[in-house]
């Protein structure tokens, strides 16, 4: 654990990152001493930092950090978590603030092997994600909607929640982005109005383009979600999951899941 | 400074405070060694946390952490967190976690003495709040929102900023909730769907209904607020200001917002 570049784990309490979750994160998976897709989080972060007018913390700085980190822990889930650091009381942005750098590791999850071949079960959250143009997309540290959704099931055998927004659109998962399959397109919801988009939803996009698989981005209803040929959820941590079962409904097929999977496992090399 | 029991200003990069905003708070105002309302913020803080599945502290050990602050710090802006806690990596609330609570004291603001007589220039955000009937009226750590349309303007010249919801309803002020004076009646915004619910705010409900003065607590559009007669918003800080100028409105005359000031200050005494 680092925070601000040294050695800790402790912030301060009047950090924003606590106060107002002023702040953006990032999760990435280390394997074999290499952070993957490091660039792409990287890009999203200066994204988010830039959405909320944090200034965004120097490449070679954060790689540099990364790069001691990766020497003690190669292989794992390291979070990083940038804030705005502190400042004066009140909810306005200080007009001069040093953002709080912060780095966590974490072992990787042990899921079954099978759920990324086989499929996993997901449920439908009761909670319904609000709207807010100005937060949608970016990976910022007001995350109580997913905490509440992830608390509506505590059954193991559960492996993702997916989460409408309130006007009735599938969104994504709790921690995952969700794409569809149907008649030989993906698509996969936009994240204008709510969600988080992250790196790996970015890469099945860019997936897509370069295999002249037609993909479009918008609006779906759970209807047609349920109809999909294919259903799979991604992340950087978990990769890529399809689903076999959701509510009521099954599927055993995933032959453009699959097709993905590999070719993101082939480009984590 | 005191963070579970203990003099300090520290916290772990592992609460859920931080990497969620998965938590609640209260700001007191410390008067001659009193922390003013601290039955009803407490009634607060317990009706938040349990809106959030978080266990709430204990009122007598809330009680003495207080009263040991208050010996320290007679007067000033008391600030109590409580988070959810530490847990295992992921959204979902752990089974048992034991929460942190965290007080921090400030100096009071010093604002013009003026502001609570001769009223304050208010601006309406551009920002809209979005709408989580689960969230609403918490007073909760996830606070970009406020963050984002405080940052709208640093005119220190104008006090405060009201917010509108996406549907066009007026909610707030970014630090205070807000009522309106219309052909004898209050009326404060319905935050049913956003907002946060103040001590404050409940007084005022409390003072109308003691005094017979209507009051309904509805949806207000912007047309509306601009027609009353008086407006004023309150927080447990600032105490009530009226407005006298929100946009290219003003207002010069608030005898109903002087007459629930007054009473107000005199049951802080």
């Given at each position: 654990m680092?925070v601000?570049?040294?050695?800790?784990n402790?912030?301060?309490?009047?950090?924003?990152g606590?106060?107002?979750?002023?702040?953006?994160?990032?999760?990435?998976?280390?394997?074999?001493?290499?952070?993957?897709?490091?660039?792409?989080?990287?890009?999203?972060?200066?994204?988010?930092c830039?959405?909320?007018?944090?200034?965004?913390?120097d490449l070679?700085?954060?790689?540099?950090e990364?790069?001691?980190?990766?020497?003690?822990?190669?292989?794992?889930?390291?979070?990083?978590?940038?804030?705005?650091?502190?400042?004066?009381?009140?909810?306005?942005?200080?007009?001069?603030s040093?953002?709080?750098?912060?780095?966590?590791?974490?072992?990787?999850?042990d899921?079954?092997?099978?759920?990324?071949?086989?499929?996993?079960?997901?449920?439908?959250?009761?909670?319904?994600l609000?709207?807010?143009?100005?937060?949608?997309?970016?990976?910022?540290?007001?995350?109580l909607?997913?905490?509440?959704?992830a608390?509506?099931?505590?059954?193991?055998d559960?492996?993702?929640g997916?989460?409408?927004?309130?006007?009735?659109?599938?969104?994504s998962?709790?921690?995952?982005?969700?794409?569809?399959?149907?008649?030989?397109?993906?698509?996969?919801?936009?994240?204008?109005?709510?969600?988080?988009?992250?790196?790996?939803r970015?890469?099945?996009?860019?997936?897509?383009?370069?295999?002249?698989?037609?993909?479009?981005?918008?609006?779906?209803?759970?209807?047609?979600?349920?109809?999909?040929?294919?259903?799979?959820?991604?992340?950087?941590?978990?990769?890529?999951?399809?689903?076999?079962?959701?509510?009521?409904?099954?599927?055993?097929?995933f032959?453009i899941?699959?097709?993905?999977?590999?070719?993101?496992?082939?480009?984590?090399?």
């Amino acid at each position: 654990m680092l925070v601000n570049g040294k050695q800790g784990n402790l912030i301060s309490i009047r950090d924003r990152g606590l106060l107002y979750g002023d702040g953006v994160f990032r999760t990435l998976r280390a394997s074999g001493g290499h952070a993957l897709h490091w660039p792409l989080h990287y890009q999203k972060l200066q994204h988010d930092c830039a959405s909320l007018g944090i200034a965004c913390p120097d490449l070679a700085l954060l790689s540099a950090e990364l790069n001691n980190l990766l020497d003690l822990h190669p292989d794992g889930a390291i979070k990083l978590i940038v804030t705005r650091g502190q400042g004066m009381r009140g909810y306005a942005p200080p007009a001069r603030s040093e953002p709080t750098i912060i780095w966590d590791v974490s072992p990787l999850p042990d899921y079954p092997d099978d759920w990324a071949t086989s499929g996993i079960r997901a449920r439908l959250c009761q909670l319904r994600l609000g709207q807010q143009q100005h937060l949608a997309g970016i990976k910022h540290l007001n995350r109580l909607e997913n905490v509440l959704a992830a608390g509506e099931w505590n059954d193991a055998d559960i492996a993702e929640g997916l989460l409408m927004d309130v006007a009735g659109n599938v969104i994504s998962g709790t921690r995952s982005n969700l794409f569809a399959v149907s008649q030989g397109k993906l698509i996969t919801p936009d994240l204008s109005r709510c969600g988080v988009a992250g790196v790996q939803r970015d890469r099945v996009i860019a997936w897509a383009a370069k295999n002249s698989m037609p993909l479009q981005i918008r609006d779906i209803s759970l209807d047609e979600v349920l109809r999909a040929g294919e259903l799979f959820v991604v992340n950087s941590i978990i990769g890529l999951w399809p689903l076999r079962e959701l509510e009521q409904n099954h599927w055993t097929d995933f032959p453009i899941a699959a097709q993905v999977r590999q070719s993101l496992e082939e480009t984590d090399a």
